[in-house]
């Protein structure tokens, strides 16, 4: 029981409490990108979530059973850049072969992926957090790709919104995105030291 | 030189680190510090080499193996016909771009001609690829703009100062006297992508040297005024109203309407009359010296020609309004 709740806690303060784009400011760049519509904002949530949990579990697996055996902590980073290159290459095959409209309108976000630091960054936290079991690494690694999804859903319906308002002229465009994802942060704060 | 040699030695000589091969060369080199160095680094280096390696080989076969599986079919003769097309995503042909249009020509060779903005040679281009011959369809269809009435030519009742559409303004009624006519707020520039439409003194005016006819500007249009005609001739004859109006009432807001009289049917055949308003009929258009006097008698000028070098339109007489 105490397992399951551990999980539990730790799911929810991935998703809500430390969420990587509103406290940790990580992948903000599809986070502005691809935020723009709702269905495609989705979908991207779906894309980094996949990729993270897979990348996120596998390597966990690698450094705790590889690299931490051979004592090769130093190539940590190469060795994750790896993993999420592998994992990104794989999810945009298969988004070609069966979503085809969705990859037309990815463009260049879905390849960019790999350089999403809140993939990179949530493998380098499960290690700073001395995550000791795989399940816990893998409830994370999901866990981190749900909350990115729910950032990037919350933005994209304010901007489908925005679109409509009457926003000065100077602030158009890209600063009053900026704005709302302050405000997001700011409105996320709030629930900052709930757990841990 | 000596060094690099030297180097290069103690460098296979400690990979290898062969019992043998050591006590060989022992016997004529002595190891020192710095080479030592080389050899720590190099003894912490190789398992980290080798466990990318490994790891990088271990995920090519995993790519290798999803790409099998998960292979996409790309015709490649999708991708000429792709490159055949302008490229300009303008949607005349019905398709949102130009990829989505190749993929249909090529599943369905009877679309081959949709494509206005390449016209004859972009159709000629496709045929080739498709291995098929295509018929003449006929001159190109470009615009035209049943309304020549500049500002000064109508009438207005009162000022309108809402948004700048013609959408939202055909919405109200009496934005301007006539019902049917050009409102000048430029829906159907807005909609141009090459720049060859403009509202020249409230009235929308094609340019022919940039138009393609790729019928965006005829589909913006909230009062449907403009048409595309198949230009058979470098100008056409057109009758530039819109207004079914009576005869009256249409003298009453605009100079230039047209009023139904009739004059022109019976010069022509070719000018049809119906609602009050005189259409030519592209279909049997041929231009003979009837067609020149029925232009000419016109009592309001609206039979004008427009093309590439459409001369300027005559002006109707002055008529005093004795009614007013």
């Known amino acids: ?196 | 030189m000596t060094f690099v040699i030297y180097y290069l030695l103690f460098t296979i000589y400690y990979c290898i680190d062969s019992a043998a091969l050591h006590t060989a060369l022992s016997s004529w080199v002595q190891p020192t510090p710095f080479l030592a160095d080389i050899y720590q680094l190099w003894n912490s280096a190789w398992p980290a080499g080798l466990t990318m390696l490994g790891l990088g080989i271990g995920f090519a076969i995993v790519l290798l193996i999803a790409s099998i599986k998960l292979k996409v079919e790309v015709d490649p003769k999708i991708e000429q016909i792709h490159e055949a097309l302008p490229n300009l995503d303008c949607g005349a042909c019905g398709f949102p771009g130009c990829g989505q249009y190749a993929k249909a020509v090529m599943e369905n060779p009877e679309l081959i001609g949709k494509c206005a903005p390449g016209g004859p040679q972009a159709s000629a281009k496709i045929a080739d690829i498709l291995n098929l011959q295509v018929s003449d369809s006929g001159p190109q269809k470009r615009p035209i703009v049943h309304c020549r009435a500049h500002k000064s030519d109508k009438i207005f009742y009162a000022g309108y100062e809402g948004i700048e559409s013609c959408t939202a303004a055909n919405a109200l009624a009496n934005v301007q006297g006539c019902a049917f006519g050009c409102l000048g707020f430029g829906d159907c520039t807005r909609a141009c992508k090459f720049d060859a439409l403009h509202i020249v003194d409230g009235l929308s005016t094609v340019d022919y040297e940039k138009c393609t006819g790729c019928t965006a500007c005829s589909k913006a249009c909230p009062r449907n005024l403009i048409e595309m005609v198949p230009f058979s001739h470098e100008n056409m004859m057109t009758v530039a109203c819109s207004s079914k109006e009576s005869g009256k009432s249409t003298r009453a807001i605009c100079k230039v309407g047209c009023i139904g009289c009739g004059l022109c049917a019976k010069q022509s055949e070719q000018f049809v009359i119906a609602n009050n308003l005189a259409r030519v009929d592209y279909v049997k258009y041929q231009l003979t010296e009837k067609e020149e006097t029925a232009m000419n008698k016109c009592p309001t000028k609206v039979i004008i020609y427009r093309g590439k070098s459409a001369p300027e339109p005559q002006q109707p007489k002055q008529k005093t309004t004795t009614s007013a």
């Open chain 1, 1 to 196: 029981m105490d397992t399951v709740t551990a999980l539990l806690l730790a799911f929810i303060s991935i998703v809500i409490i430390n969420n990587l784009v509103f406290t940790k400011f990580l992948g903000i760049c599809p986070y502005l990108g691809v935020s723009g519509r709702i269905d495609m904002a989705f979908g991207m949530g779906m894309a980094v979530t996949f990729v993270v949990t897979l990348s996120g579990t596998m390597t966990w697996m690698i450094d705790n059973w590889i690299l931490m055996k051979l004592g090769l902590e130093v190539t940590r980073y190469v060795c994750f850049i790896l993993v999420i290159a592998g994992a990104v290459q794989l999810v945009e095959m298969y988004v070609r072969k069966f979503f085809p409209s969705l990859y037309d309108s990815f463009g260049i976000f879905l390849p960019l992926i790999t350089t999403n630091c809140a993939i990179l960054g949530l493998c380098l936290f499960i290690n700073l957090w001395e995550v000791d079991s795989l399940i816990k690494a893998v409830v994370l690694s999901f866990g981190a790709g749900i909350g990115f999804t729910m950032a990037i859903c919350i933005m994209a319906g304010i901007r489908e919104n925005l679109n409509l308002a009457d926003v000065p002229d100077c602030l158009k465009g890209a600063p009053i995105t900026l704005i709302t994802a302050g405000l997001l942060s700011l409105a996320f704060m709030g629930f900052a030291g709930m757990i841990k």
